[in-house]
């Protein structure tokens, strides 16, 4: 099929034409068929024009997850403007160093979350639909060239940066798309936050597509929020970073079962993961899908077979009008089957970073033999029939004792164990003259291994410069905030007992929490004073400790008490209460029915 160049309020606008009454967005409280979506987007631009937003505005945009987002963006979209999405959770400074980065003229959104934020500069609280004015805004609105987003990444001197995503590259990406199945009968979920590129193929695969966006409202979803809303509503369609994939499989989570695409992609996707997923539910399409924020959201993907989990899994083909070209050093093709960078071209790019020439023009490269490619800083190879390998980053890379040495390397060897489940490898260093290769494994199933016995093996699997120094058992790898795995939180985990220190002794319910804490964090926790976030605690191994916190007392915690009470002793206060709550007689002193019921 042939993409349409145009921008994504047209594509909207034609399924409303022709299908009127299906299921555009369902939020739990609120349902839109795709004439009402366009209905309430266009007159929700008719003011925002009125309000003074011209084409080309960078406006951000703060609201909680609900079908009012979708309708605010497409206004904007219909008013002129480019979306710069904020998320609600984000601290203050970040929030300010986006705003000035994007050069936004206005921030919208909801009230409550706009006087919460005091975000610099104008700011305008967006009307219910009852209260918006006639008439609709008409036209087509932006076309193919238009920035539709602009998504902010992490930066490596830790500023974020702002990368421009025109619409026709969204639109390639998910219009027919042939590396996924999504259908008008389909539903995804959207519950990724607005700031992360992936809640684009969530939105924008299904409205291209004539499908159904269900978003998830609950702010920080709990695993069992997600299964219930994949239930509720009928997901067919979700995507998962690597990271809470991984979680999820690890659980045989029932999630799967009702789902009948899985996307995953933000890291290297365990084979051990994928396999057991596949094999438990057979009828689940797995995609594993590649691609900077800067090559809009995915590259590259590739349709996961059980096969495919002999080995690392591999990240597939360029797709949607993407190309991919393997480079040296000196920015000339890899021999065949050689490892190489990973240059991104085609016609989804990125325009490149808002107000930062320098990098633009250090990141996105006009080749003169390849034309305009972005360089990802990933190495991959490529075998015969042209499906890409990911071997890690360049700047992954190490040197240890003089050899040059890629982690992924390692702990592609140690999760082929049968007693590993996941493992990561970085280099610690005692003092600034000790490097050392450390590993952190998570255990499979079953007994754990000797650490000594482990490092034996690998001796006899990699040459002497690849066996680590030290291996420590952990019971979850320390993520990112964006789900990836930290690897500078991994050089302190060794170390991290010693940090906790001595305390009062813990109370028989405190201690309950205490050792699901330390399952989670990979250390023990001694302290009622400890804080979940100090110890190396960050949204996604909250997740797994409020379900671990369910399945070993009985308690559903909310992620917003859980980061409220941050601390061992806080959430043995509400383990408490919630367990009072659930035990005690609402009426004490009813009588009983002759059959001895309440």
């Known amino acids: 099929m042939t993409v349409p160049q145009t921008g994504l309020p047209a594509l909207v606008a034609r399924h409303a034409e022709h299908t009127p009454n299906a299921l555009a967005v369902a939020d739990g409280d609120t349902t839109l068929t795709y004439a009402q979506l366009v209905s309430r987007?266009?007159?929700?631009?008719?003011?925002?024009?009125?309000?003074?937003?011209?084409?080309?505005?960078?406006?951000?945009?703060?609201?909680?997850?609900?079908?009012g987002t979708v309708v605010a963006q497409l206004a904007l979209w219909w008013a002129g403007a480019a979306v710069v999405p904020l998320d609600p959770a984000h601290p203050r400074p970040r929030t300010a160093a986006m705003l000035e980065d994007s050069g936004a003229t206005l921030t919208v959104g909801d009230s409550k979350l706009l006087e919460a934020a005091a975000p610099a500069g104008a700011v305008l609280a967006l009307p219910d639909d009852e209260r918006l004015p006639g008439p609709e805004t008409a036209g087509e609105g932006p076309g193919p060239d238009d920035i539709a987003f602009v998504m902010f990444t992490s930066g490596s001197t830790g500023r974020p940066k702002g990368?421009?995503?025109?619409?026709?590259?969204?639109?390639?990406?998910?219009?027919?798309?042939?590396?996924?199945?999504?259908?008008?009968?389909?539903?995804?979920?959207?519950?990724?936050?607005?700031?992360?590129?992936?809640?684009?193929?969530?939105?924008?695969?299904?409205?291209?597509?004539?499908?159904?966006?269900?978003?998830?409202?609950?702010?920080?979803?709990?695993?069992?929020?997600?299964?219930?809303?994949?239930?509720?509503?009928?997901?067919?369609?979700?995507?998962?970073?690597?990271?809470?994939?991984?979680?999820?499989?690890?659980r045989r989570s029932r999630v799967f079962s009702l789902l009948r695409t899985v996307v995953v992609g933000g890291e290297a996707m365990a084979a051990q993961h994928a396999r057991a997923v596949l094999r438990a539910f057979p009828w689940v399409e797995l995609v594993n899908g590649y691609g900077p924020t800067e090559t809009t959201t995915f590259a590259t993907a590739h349709r996961v077979t059980d096969a495919d989990c002999d080995g690392p899994v591999p990240i597939g083909r360029p797709v949607a009008g993407a190309t991919a070209?393997?480079?040296?050093?000196?920015?000339?093709?890899?021999?065949?089957?050689?490892?190489?960078?990973?240059?991104?071209?085609?016609?989804?790019?990125?325009?490149g970073y808002t107000r930062r020439p320098e990098l633009t023009a250090e990141r996105f490269v006009d080749h003169p033999a390849l034309g305009r490619l972005y360089r990802t800083g990933d190495l991959v190879s490529a075998r015969p029939d042209g499906i890409l390998d990911f071997h890690g980053r360049t700047d992954d890379q190490v040197k240890v004792r003089g050899f040059r040495i890629e982690p992924g390397e390692i702990e592609h060897v140690l999760r082929e164990q049968p007693e590993v489940d996941d493992a990561a490898v970085t280099v610690r260093r005692p003092s600034p003259d000790d490097a050392r290769l450390?590993?952190?494994?998570?255990?499979?199933?079953?007994?754990?291994?000797?650490?000594?016995?482990?490092?034996?093996?690998?001796?006899?699997?990699?040459p002497a410069h690849l066996v680590p120094d030290e291996l420590t058992f952990v019971e979850r790898l320390p993520l990112t905030t964006s789900g990836k795995v930290d690897r500078k939180a991994l050089a302190d985990l060794a170390t991290a007992v010693d940090t906790i220190g001595e305390a009062e002794p813990l109370t028989p319910l405190q201690q309950a929490v205490a050792e699901v804490w330390g399952r989670s964090l990979g250390c023990e926790v001694t302290r009622p004073d400890a804080d979940f976030l100090e110890l190396g605690g960050h949204s996604l191994l909250a997740l797994v400790v409020a379900e671990d916190l369910r399945e070993d007392l009985g308690v559903e915690l909310s992620l917003a008490d859980f980061f409220a009470a941050p601390t061992v002793a806080g959430h043995a206060d509400l383990v408490e209460r919630a367990l009072l709550a659930a035990h005690t007689d609402p009426h004490p002193d009813a009588p009983e029915d002759t059959d001895g019921r309440h």
């Open 41 to 67: 987007a266009r007159r929700l631009a008719s003011y925002l024009h009125d309000q003074g937003v011209r084409p080309g505005d960078p406006v951000a945009l703060l609201m909680p997850r609900s079908a």
């Open 163 to 250: 990368v421009a995503t025109p619409h026709g590259a969204v639109a390639e990406l998910v219009t027919a798309p042939d590396y996924v199945t999504v259908t008008a009968r389909d539903r995804v979920l959207l519950h990724s936050p607005a700031t992360f590129d992936g809640s684009t193929f969530e939105v924008w695969s299904a409205l291209a597509n004539g499908a159904a966006v269900v978003v998830c409202t609950t702010e920080r979803p709990s695993f069992e929020d997600l299964a219930k809303d994949v239930e509720r509503h009928g997901v067919t369609v979700a995507f998962f970073t690597t990271a809470l994939f991984h979680q999820l499989a690890a």
């Open 325 to 351: 070209h393997i480079l040296d050093e000196a920015d000339l093709p890899v021999d065949d089957g050689a490892r190489g960078e990973l240059w991104i071209g085609g016609s989804r790019l990125a325009h």
């Open 438 to 462: 450390a590993a952190f494994v998570v255990a499979g199933p079953g007994p754990v291994p000797r650490s000594e016995a482990l490092l034996s093996r690998l001796t006899a699997l990699l």
